[in-house]
């Protein structure tokens, strides 16, 4: 397929639907980059929604791309197995992937994942909220009026790095390494690129790697504390782990908090410009902040996909995946079934059912931070809706080249006066 960058949608459809369908393989980043990936799932729900890639850069592989099917695939962890990795793409650190609890089956993901999860509990939540807003009041009344600016960087960058900062007891003066590291990590290598190369990929996450060991140590000598690292040096599943198994759950954990949070900040301010009906029944009800924020985790989709690998032969949708076989749910297509989701091109703030999507996963790898990314998306609309009676987007927004963050790199806004 041509390169994706300078395909329009239309083109995209054109070229999607005179391809033979055996033939169409949607793990490719320039269709996203283009945001031109829609016709190719449009086409496997409707024609092949259990769709066997047979020739791919990842190699062979099946695309399940139903909400359904997907549900189906993530709640089975018997037969789909999350060991190995969780993108369609190897994710090599030196020698194999690394390590997470996320890439891992019961019951050592379980005893991992609730090593961390009191730090994103309800109660913990409750005493975060007053920080969060005073952070997303501050980065608010810094930004400029009537000029153009990044919102990615100023906004959505800014407090997501804060948060994460504070998740994993780091000084506030090195969030934006955490927002780089993380970056690095789901990049793909090539020339004008973040990274360009896999070996400076790799001398990057040599300092990722050197920068959280050296946190750990400070951890495991001191008393415990209600930080990440903390828990994990001194949490009884977790405090006698593999150094590289340590740095795949911070790997995971930076990832995790730093995309779904970030991605979709910036995508409500681009959803809310292109349908300007839905942005004016949000000036008139605030209270439709949550719903909103929930309607926007579905139409950005913020990590498209999830794979697996079939631990036993098994039939859906009336093909047999066999033993071995890499499964990739896409996320990103499922969140658009009209099956399950009426209208589900359409942005729509005040839908019933709003979270009725699948953009956190189902089943045990379930988003274990997921009311913490709701938790920030609200408030920082709450506190914007208290300052701008509009914030514009001025120019197109440049989207992340990568098959699994479903980002943006800049998104130009101008705000034009303040309440």
Not at 164 to 189: C, H, N
Not at 319 to 345: C, H
Not at 386 to 399: A, D, L, M, S, Y
């Amino acid at each position: 397929m041509a390169d994706g960058n300078l395909l329009s949608l239309q083109a995209a459809r054109d070229e999607v639907y005179s391809a033979p369908l055996e033939s169409l393989d949607p793990a490719q980043p320039a269709l996203f980059a283009a945001d031109a990936h829609w016709p190719m799932f449009e086409r496997l729900r409707a024609e092949d929604p259990v769709h066997y890639t047979a020739e791919s850069e990842h190699g062979p592989y099946w695309s399940i791309t139903k909400y359904n099917d997907i549900m189906a695939v993530d709640t089975n962890h018997q037969v789909f197995s999350s060991e190995g990795g969780i993108t369609i793409a190897e994710q090599t650190q030196g020698d194999g992937p690394l390590p997470m609890f996320i890439a891992m089956d019961p019951p050592k993901h379980d005893v991992q994942r609730k090593t961390v999860s009191p730090a994103v509990s309800p109660l913990n939540l409750q005493r975060l909220e007053p920080l969060i807003r005073e952070r997303a009041g501050m980065i608010l009344d810094n930004l400029p009026i009537g000029e153009e600016f990044d919102w990615v960087d100023k906004v959505s960058k800014e407090l997501t790095g804060m948060t994460l900062a504070t998740l994993f007891g780091m000084p506030q003066e090195d969030r934006r390494k955490l927002i780089y590291w993380s970056d690095v990590v789901t990049a793909i290598p090539m020339p004008g690129g973040l990274v360009e190369t896999i070996e400076q990929k790799m001398q990057i996450f040599v300092e990722y790697h050197a920068y959280f060991t050296a946190l750990w140590n400070e951890r495991v000598n001191a008393e415990p504390t209600g930080d990440l690292v903390s828990m994990l040096a001194h949490g009884e599943a977790t405090r006698n782990m593999e150094p590289r198994e340590y740095f795949g759950n911070i790997v995971l954990l930076t990832v995790g908090g730093n995309d779904t949070t970030r991605n979709t900040i910036s995508g409500s301010i681009l959803a809310l410009n292109r349908n300007p009906d839905e942005y004016r029944k949000l000036k008139a009800d605030p209270e439709l902040i949550p719903s909103m924020v929930s309607e926007t985790i579905r139409w950005q989709t913020p990590l498209a996909h999830m794979r697996r690998r079939a631990l036993a032969d098994h039939e859906i949708g009336g093909k047999t995946i066999r033993k071995g076989d890499k499964v990739v749910m896409w996320y990103v297509s499922g969140n658009r079934d009209d099956e399950v989701i009426e209208r589900p091109n359409d942005y729509i703030i005040d839908r019933p059912r709003v979270r009725n999507h699948l953009s956190f996963g189902f089943g045990i790898h379930r988003c274990v931070g997921n009311r913490l990314a709701e938790l920030q998306l609200k408030i920082i609309w709450e506190e914007i809706m208290k300052r701008f009676p509009t914030i514009e987007v001025v120019g197109e927004p440049k989207r992340v080249y990568s098959t699994f963050v479903k980002g943006y790199e800049h998104l130009p806004v101008v705000i034009p006066a303040r309440n």
